[in-house]
């Protein structure tokens, strides 16, 4: 996003933030801001309301949503009184906030579990931004966001960070630690953001609770635990998010208002569940009011603009998709739907009338080709595009025709690299995009890399399309360029204790113009 300022130009300041953080907050929290007669009105409040951190999400041009959520007693319903308070916020161009650029006051209702998202506008384009927030005479810690580029901005080099899938109970959130290092502009978080998953007492950290969630307060107290660990913390502080979920921020593999065990639970209970996850999940993340939940319905599928470089569409392949296929035939039935008619309208409309450069899609399962089958015949995971294979084949036509087409990818807890072909049933048939299936933070753990190997190697030559198949914990970076997208694969050694040793597994290139990837 340095379409306008420049990264190096903006380099210094932003690394300096991210080594002096701690000095930066103890500066800061010597300046209380509101005139005295406006503090004293305020009734106290519980010390540490600003135990789960801050964080920004969906930056556009002239804005960010800044969040938080007040909760001294996070894992225990919040522990807030039942009533409305006022957070103060403040929008600086530096990060001793001693240039404001913008402030106000935001509500924070019980009805939210006293979360707060201040939509501010009014913020130049393509440069960095510090906020904080001030609530009961207590100061949050700062955190640092950045504008997406000017709409007009065609050159530039956007730094896109894809994460996915961190199971708390599999270890620790190492990977954002380097993510932070290598200071994105923008996290791109494609689904299984928590776990539903009961405690265990043989995992490396346990999840909180007596059980899965299904109310309300239980999905919050499982959000604030995620947000307890440091590394998440921190990246959440340090740059702005744009999310989606998949399943288990709800239940595994639900499919719509269709839960993984029909016969366990009524209609009408996974109903309530839905509603209670997905209220859970707008309250803990830094989205536009437009993903208010409405009952058991929230409206995630949006796009997000940087310039003219990239062209970022957000999908939501689970709330509207049909059941999951039972059979290799069921795969193949055309009326199976993925996206629903109003989302893949929306898409296709996005794809074609793009002013783009590069045609990004998040989606939160795979859509290139998976055959598990060794030899003769095919396997596909139903729970993937795989499984709608109908409509997964109608947009792989209509990639011909969209520039650029890359697709980001979770789900998989491995990193699976491919060219995307217009027909996976012919080995011939054009290639006509790429996309890159980002492993998982955590989720999986430490993973066993020779067995690993010995399973899905056998694999490959029923799947040419995949350039490359790892299974470490990391994340994937992407400079994105308008000659070309420079991708790293970036791993870590362990995620079974709080810190871990980083490396580049492999660098990857997408080059304008010319569909698919390839190794570098
Ligand atoms: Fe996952």
Known sequence: MTGVTGRDAAAPDRRR?????????????????????????????????FSLGVASGDPLPDGVVLWTRLAPDPLNGGGMPDRVVPVEWEVAEDERFRGTVRRGVAQARPAYGH????????????????????????LSPAGRTRTAPHRHSAGGTVRLALASCQNWQHGWFTPYADMLAQDPDVVLFVGDYIYESVPSATAPRRHEGAGEPYTLTQYRNRYAQYRTDPDLAAMHAGAPFVVTFDDHEVDNDFAGGIPQDPDKQTQEAFTARLAAAYQAYYE??????????????????RRLEFGRLARLNVLDTRQYRSDQATSQA????????????DQKRWLLDSLHGSPARWNLIASQ???AETDLLVGAGKQWFYDAWDGYQAERNQFLKEFRSVRNPVVLTGDRHLTMVSDLKEDFADPDSAVVGAEFVGTSISS????????????????????PHWKLLDAH?????????????DARVRIVDTVRQPKATPSTLARLRVEAGRPGVHLV
């Open 17 to 49: 933030f991210l080594t002096a953080g701690a000095a930066v907050l103890g500066a800061a929290s010597a300046q209380l801001w509101l005139p005295a007669a406006a503090r004293s009105a305020e009734t106290p409040l519980p010390d540490g309301v």
């Open 473 to 485: 914990r990391g994340y994937h970076l992407f400079d994105i360029r308008r000659d070309g997208i």
């Open 330 to 341: 069921g795969a193949l039935d055309p009326s199976r739907t993925m996206l629903g008619a």
């Open 365 to 367: 399962i795979m859509l």
């Open 284 to 301: 803990h993340m830094p989205v536009r009011a437009s993903a208010v939940p409405t009952g058991a319905r929230i409206r995630m599928h």
């Open 115 to 138: 979360s707060v998202h201040v939509d501010v506008r009014g913020l130049r384009p393509g440069r960095s931004y510090w906020y904080r927030f001030r609530a009961g005479g207590q």
């Open 444 to 463: 999986n753990g430490d993973q066993d890399q020779a067995a690993f190997r010995r399973e899905w190697d056998p694999r490959r030559p029923d799947n």
